[in-house]
């Protein structure tokens, strides 16, 4: 069974910092990539951050010099650190996993359920 689970959500004050933290089952055989997205009420999901196969990391404009993605390629498991936490980072963050579930199998994206990142005063 594929699993894809998200933690380290909560509420913090602006400037504060969270750490959010992703598993991918090893069900997964073939990972090419791992990241985050949010969705803020009323909004589209937007990209904050992946890292690809080979150490390439890229990150939403909104987010450079405060986010940090890391990943465990050895645990199919993904970071994301926040720092200097807005009010407009409030949304829930979903992990995302690009891959196979074998090398057979067509390339699919894996969701987690989201964890609720919410920066208020």
């Known amino acids: 069974q594929v699993q894809v689970v998200e933690s380290g959500g909560g509420s913090v004050q602006p400037g504060g910092s969270l750490r959010l933290s992703c598993e991918a089952s090893?069900?997964?055989?073939?990972?090419?990539?791992m990241g985050w997205h949010r969705q803020a009420p009323g909004k589209q999901r937007e990209k904050v951050a992946t890292?690809?196969?080979?150490?390439?990391?890229n990150y939403n404009d909104a987010v450079k010099g405060r986010f940090t993605i890391s990943r465990d390629m050895v645990n199919n498991t993904v970071y994301l650190q926040m720092n200097s936490l807005k009010p407009e980072d409030t949304a829930v963050y979903y992990c995302n996993v690009f891959g196979r579930i074998n090398p057979s199998t067509p390339r699919t994206e894996f969701w987690g359920q989201g964890t609720q990142v919410t920066v208020s005063p």
């Open positions: 090893r069900s997964i055989a073939v990972v090419y990539s």
């Open positions: 890292a690809v196969n080979g150490g390439y990391m």
